[in-house]
């Protein structure tokens, strides 16, 4: 069972600065790795999207990577903000021909609570 | 942002009732789920569906059952709901299996007492 870890579960760091999000998954066949953006009591938002034969994807101040042969993927925020400040998950997507349950579902980390302190 | 909206937003129930939600989408997206958020446990799928009529169970279908007659409804049961399903209920869609990114509503809590 594909299962997805996020360290360090919180993260404050000042304002202005660079930081990185980490995120770890078990089973390296994944089909795409997605990174979302969740504020209290509202919905996730996504951020970005790489697929499984991309190495990064950048968004503005966003860099996300990925290393499948490790099980790896990172979110590089540039020059932080107080307005990053909000929970990060990261999930992936197993390919739709795997059977079972698990196929073709969102598999979550538990997020990175971020808060950017001015 | 992406046009799904979930119904109702927010909804108290007694313990044995049955509750519907509900998840409409604009976008026209074959795929379309439904997940559950808890402290501790994260997103969970629920079920999943795949087109008009097809669908299928995630990983904590117990206690749940779905429909969609047509593409842009996606309707979440609790037949008897209980106190365990106190939880925030998320839609999402996604175009096909090809293009996978998926797309969130904003959430339903309910609370089951």
């Known amino acids: 069972k594909q299962e997805v870890t996020q360290i360090p579960a919180a993260l404050s760091v000042p304002e202005g600065e660079n930081l990185v999000l980490n995120c770890s998954f078990t089973d390296s066949a994944i089909y795409n790795l997605q990174w979302f953006r969740q504020d209290p009591g509202k919905g996730l938002t996504s951020l970005l999207l790489?697929?499984?034969?991309?190495r990064e994807q950048t968004s503005g101040r966003l860099n996300a990577s990925l290393d499948k042969s490790s099980g790896r993927s990172t979110l590089y925020i540039a020059a932080s903000q107080p307005g990053d400040s909000a929970t990060y998950l990261c999930?992936?997507?197993?390919?739709?021909?795997?059977?079972?349950?698990?196929?073709?579902?969102?598999?979550f980390g538990k997020g990175t609570k971020l808060s950017v302190i001015p | 942002d992406a046009g799904i909206t979930q119904s109702p937003r927010h909804k108290v129930t007694e313990t044995g009732t049955p509750v519907t939600l509900r998840c409409h989408q604009t976008e026209n997206h074959r795929y379309m789920y439904w997940y559950r958020q808890d402290p501790g446990h994260g997103l969970r799928l629920i079920h999943y569906?795949?087109?008009?009529?097809?669908?299928d169970k995630g990983e904590v279908s117990d206690g749940y059952s779905v429909s969609r007659s047509k593409t842009e409804d996606f309707l979440l049961t609790l037949e008897s709901a209980t106190s365990s399903q106190t939880s925030v209920y998320f839609c999402?869609?996604?175009?096909?299996?090809?293009?996978?990114?998926?797309?969130f509503g904003q959430g339903t809590r309910l609370t089951v007492v």
């Open positions: 790489i697929q499984s034969s991309q």
């Open positions: 999930a992936v997507t197993l390919p739709w021909a795997y059977s079972g349950a698990g196929s073709y579902q969102l598999t």
């Open positions: 569906s795949y087109g008009v009529k097809d669908t």
């Open positions: 999402a869609i996604s175009i096909d299996r090809v293009n996978t990114e998926a797309f």
